[in-house]
């Protein structure tokens, strides 16, 4: 399955952006859906999961309370809404396919999206 984030951008601290995922025309009921994301310098780390048939959720603890995943099952579109960005958040962001909603079960990367958030 071919993934392709896009919606990142250069934005102040306290701002907000919306990340969106789409796929070449697979659908994802079957799956979970993530986002994962990548600053310089560290390892890829887990920012949510939802599971695409029932909408259940799961976050990272440092985003909890500002960042929102959801799906449209009509446009095929995962999402992540950011809000309250601060610097530590600056990461380059994947969407990713993954047969359960544990971290390490996600593969299927997509091409990620730049997110910087200035101070």
């Known amino acids: 399955v071919q993934l392709q984030a896009s919606g990142g951008g250069l934005v102040q601290a306290g701002g907000s952006l919306r990340l969106s995922c789409t796929t070449s025309?697979?659908?994802?009921?079957?799956?979970?859906m993530g986002w994962f994301r990548q600053a310089p310098g560290k390892e890829r780390e887990f920012v949510a999961a939802?599971?695409?048939?029932?909408?259940?959720?799961s976050y990272a603890d440092s985003v909890k309370g500002r960042f929102t995943i959801s799906r449209d099952n009509a446009k095929i579109t995962l999402y992540l809404q950011m809000n309250n960005l601060k610097p530590e958040d600056t990461a380059v962001y994947y969407c990713?396919?993954?047969?359960?909603?544990?971290?390490?079960?996600?593969?299927?990367w997509g091409q990620g999206t730049q997110v910087t958030v200035s101070s």
């Open positions: 025309g697979r659908t994802f009921s079957s799956y979970a």
């Open positions: 990713a396919r993954g047969a359960t909603m544990r971290p390490v079960d996600f593969g299927s």
């Open positions: 939802i599971r695409w048939r029932t909408g259940t959720t």
